[in-house]
């Protein structure tokens, strides 16, 4: 746990943790917490139980704004895109008053890049803190959001070129996790929208504004991600297209070359019926003579259908 007083984007780190108790004559405590920090900071800062509870547990955490007599309880989901594929983290955020508390059970990027943002602001109040990094983890879908597009757009590229069975596992697998995405972001932009429009006096009215632009990034997050499973779904078309078409070229040969061999097989099935009457039978040139006729047949109907494009 680390425990900061921030004061016009200035860093003071503070060593007791009984001293966040009392509000500061400027700025606010930060308190960057795990899981475990939770045993002592709930009984001081007098968590709802609830908010606790909900952190502890093991299933996912849905986004969501809990109002309570003295602080907010607000969880958001921050993305990542690593090796491929998509994790989400929850952001656990207790806002009071004078101090803010940041729970998480693993690193999230957005705490720290958020830090030079805070000095060059120069915050000094937890609402804006909060607002700075809930518009910071909305930001980030964008950046991931281009990133998959990248990789929808190289998918096509290869199956256009050359269709592979993997290339269905990658279509399958992608689709798979935007739709899981999706199911986050409704629930995500609700919440955005209650800061913006709900009245709460824990936030300033004039910063509370600012929460339509996030929320505005955050529909058009949503609006990008039905894009892409829309994509997927025209990616999948093409992939089976692709394999039909592919069948549809091989059948194509295989028709091409039964074709050309139908006549060569009439010719050896009646000069293999052992007839003694046959024609050039007893001629020493007569065995040649068909099997050049046999070659000039089949060479003249591939030609014939190369040049009908039908091979």
């Given amino acids: 746990m680390k425990i900061r007083h921030v004061n016009a984007g200035n860093f003071t780190l503070v060593e007791d943790v009984n001293e966040t108790l009392i509000a500061p004559e400027e700025g606010f405590y930060w308190i960057d917490a795990g899981l475990d ?3 002592l900071l709930q009984p001081l800062f007098m968590l709802h139980d609830l908010a606790v509870e909900d952190m502890m547990g093991d299933e996912e955490q849905r986004p969501k704004i809990e109002i309570y007599e003295n602080h907010y309880f607000i969880v958001v989901n921050s993305i990542r895109f690593d090796d491929e594929e998509i994790f989400l983290r929850a952001l656990n955020i ?3 008053r004078h101090f803010i508390i940041t729970v998480t059970k693993q690193k999230i990027s957005e705490l720290r890049t958020l830090k030079p943002i805070l ?3 120069e915050v000094s109040r937890p609402d804006k803190f909060m607002y700075l990094l809930v518009d910071l983890v909305v930001d980030n879908y964008f950046t991931v959001g281009d990133r998959i597009e990248d ?3 190289r998918l096509e590229e290869s199956i256009l070129m050359s269709t592979k069975k993997s290339h269905l596992n990658e279509i399958i697998g992608l689709r798979g996790e935007i739709l899981w995405l999706k199911r986050v972001l409704g629930p995500q932009r609700e919440v955005i929208n209650t800061l913006n429009k709900k009245d709460l006096r824990l936030i300033d009215d004039q910063l509370q504004k600012y929460f339509s632009d996030v929320y505005e990034n955050a529909v058009k997050v949503s609006e990008m991600f039905d894009t892409f499973r829309d994509l997927m779904g025209n990616l999948r078309e093409a992939y ?3 394999i039909a078409n592919r069948a549809n070229e091989i059948m194509r040969v295989f028709t091409a070359i039964t074709t ?3 006549p060569l097989t009439v010719i050896t099935g009646i000069y293999g019926m052992n007839f003694e009457n046959m024609p050039e039978l007893k001629w020493h040139f007569g065995y040649p003579m068909v099997i050049g006729i046999m070659i000039a047949l089949g060479l003249t ?5 190369r040049k009908k494009d039908w091979i």
Avoid: A, P
């Fill in 240 to 242: 089976q297209s692709s």
């Fill in 260 to 262: 050309i061999f139908m």
């Fill in 119 to 121: 000095w060059e602001e």
């Fill in 37 to 39: 920090d939770l045993i």
């Fill in 151 to 153: 990789q929808i757009e």
């Fill in 301 to 305: 109907m591939f030609f014939t259908f």
């Fill in 94 to 96: 207790f806002l009071g």
